[in-house]
């Protein structure tokens, strides 16, 4: 960002989704104050990521990829938020020394990994979780 750019800031009510799975971005978001919920939307069931809070960045994925959202965001409480350009940021990092843009090529691939094997963790228990529970219906109806 130049000298003359100025950061855009948000405010959200509680309860507010923000960002929405499967939705394409391009900001993600540093949190002044407040909390929120990052959360997946599968088969009608909203399986929590991740709570928080100031000085924490969400959708920073939107900053560093072109892809849709990987999960949706909502308020847990009045927020205030600092929107992060992906745009602006491009241009941050390719005035970056090259060993820093490598880092950040690595770190951006890293959390891609990452953030997708908690999901599919996550995932995996509700789905066992939804078994389990067919598992003694049936065994119950059968006594």
């Known amino acids: 960002m130049s000298k003359h750019d100025v950061l855009k800031r948000i405010s959200l009510n509680q309860g507010e989704i923000f960002i929405k799975q499967g939705e394409f971005g391009n900001n993600g978001y540093v949190i ?3 909390q929120v919920e990052v959360f997946l939307e599968q088969d009608g069931d909203e ?3 991740a709570v928080l809070g100031p000085g924490e960045v969400v959708g920073e994925q939107a900053v ?11 308020a847990l409480t009045n927020c205030n938020l600092v929107v992060m350009d992906r745009d602006a940021m491009n241009r941050n990092i390719e005035k970056s020394d090259p ?20 999901a599919k963790s996550k995932t995996g228990t509700i ?3 939804k078994v389990d529970a067919i598992f003694k219906a049936d065994k119950a109806e059968g006594e």
């Open 47 to 49: 399986i929590t990521l």
């Open 127 to 129: 789905n066992n979780r």
């Open 64 to 74: 560093l990829f072109d892809a849709s959202r990987s999960a949706s965001v909502r």
């Open 99 to 118: 060993s820093i843009r490598a880092m950040i090529k690595i770190l951006s691939e890293r959390l891609k990994r990452s953030n997708n094997t908690v």
């Open 32 to 34: 002044q104050s407040g």
